[in-house]
């Protein structure tokens, strides 16, 4: 039978990503645990050591998430810049890589070389080896995945759920404009993670990949809303940029661009915002951002300003 079909109706087009997932977690059944041990957060979570351990993979594909215009170095550092933000999302330590490359004959030997140096270089930079992985041809283009293993550096490992209602909504960093070079540039936020994971108040966490209006709806506990103040997004400069040729409003690529890899957290709604921020500049210089709170459905807004969220919506893949 062809995996393939021209009917929209009965192919992946027709569900996307996210009813995809939950269609692929209910064929798996009870063979695939629920999140975090199983499909459905940042990495998978391997109970049953003195440290979580971490499993997380992503791929980087021509044509999909980088193009002629990016040199090898950049592609490497994606690749293995994405999968060191999945750990730090979850508060962890990374490990040791393996990567996987399918491309066609006719890829030239020095792009690969610099592909690989890029990947060595931030191997050395983590203390991550790289140990292993696999090379097979495809027909057309190149594909690169990197499997990433890594540990929880305590017993306690940060995941998407444990958000409550009135938690506060926190982000590292500035968002938006990513296609302007940050997609292939960023820092992945692994000491910040790390430090996140120690504080007691936060609850949940995840890294904003697909923009924040949609990865926000992972951290968002059942029965509320996600209420943000417009006036308190942190806007890059690149977003503004992008607006003035998009002819979009700036807040808008905040909140949909995708490919920030910033830190998104919920945080204790009885901690004082201040409190967590004068604590975080003793540890870095990254700005830490308070953007609202996750209140009741139908409660009244606390911001004069809040954003009707149902308006934006981040990348999803297969659309």
């Not at 938006?176 to 940050?182: K, Y």
């Not at 709806?217 to 006036?231: D, E, F, I, K, V």
């Not at 830190?263 to 975080?280: M, S």
């Not at 870095?284 to 934006?312: H, M, N």
Request: hydrophobic share 40%; with cysteine.
């Amino acid at each position: 039978m062809s995996p393939f079909t021209r009917q929209r109706s009965r192919s992946i087009a027709a569900l996307g990503e996210v009813k995809l997932i939950i269609e692929i977690q209910r064929w798996l059944g009870t063979s695939s645990p629920k999140a975090p041990n199983g499909i459905g957060d940042d990495c998978a979570v391997l109970a049953g050591s003195p440290r979580d351990q971490l499993v997380t993979v992503d791929p980087v594909i021509f044509g999909e998430h980088f193009d002629e215009k990016i040199p090898a170095r950049g592609v490497g550092a994606k690749l293995f810049n994405r999968n060191l933000s999945d750990i730090a999302a979850m508060g962890g330590r990374p490990r040791a890589a393996v990567v996987a490359l399918a491309m066609s004959k006719d890829v030239k030997i020095e792009w690969l070389r610099d592909f690989y140096r890029s990947l060595a270089n931030i191997a050395r930079r983590h203390r991550v080896p790289i140990i292993g992985g696999d090379i097979a041809h495809q027909p057309t283009g190149l594909t690169a995945t990197m499997t990433l293993i890594g540990e929880s550096p305590k017993k306690r490992t940060l995941a998407r759920q444990g958000a409550q209602a009135g938690d506060w909504i926190f982000t590292t960093g500035n968002l938006g404009g990513s296609r302007l070079d940050w997609h292939w540039k960023f820092t992945p936020r692994l000491a910040e993670g790390q430090w996140l994971a120690t504080r007691p108040e936060v609850r949940a966490m995840m890294d904003i990949s697909d923009g924040l209006a949609k990865d926000l709806r992972n951290l968002q506990p059942s029965g509320t809303r996600a209420a943000l103040s417009a006036g308190l997004i942190p806007i890059s400069r690149s977003a503004q940029q992008m607006s003035r040729s998009s002819k979009q409003p700036a807040l808008f690529h905040a909140l949909t661009d995708g490919e920030d890899y910033e830190l998104l957290l919920a945080v204790n709604g009885r901690t004082k915002p201040e409190t967590l921020q004068q604590a975080w500049a003793r540890h870095s210089k990254l700005p830490l951002t308070c953007i609202g709170r996750f209140v009741k459905t139908r409660a009244v807004s606390p911001f004069a300003d809040e954003i009707d969220l149902s308006t934006y919506h981040g990348f999803e893949h297969l659309r």
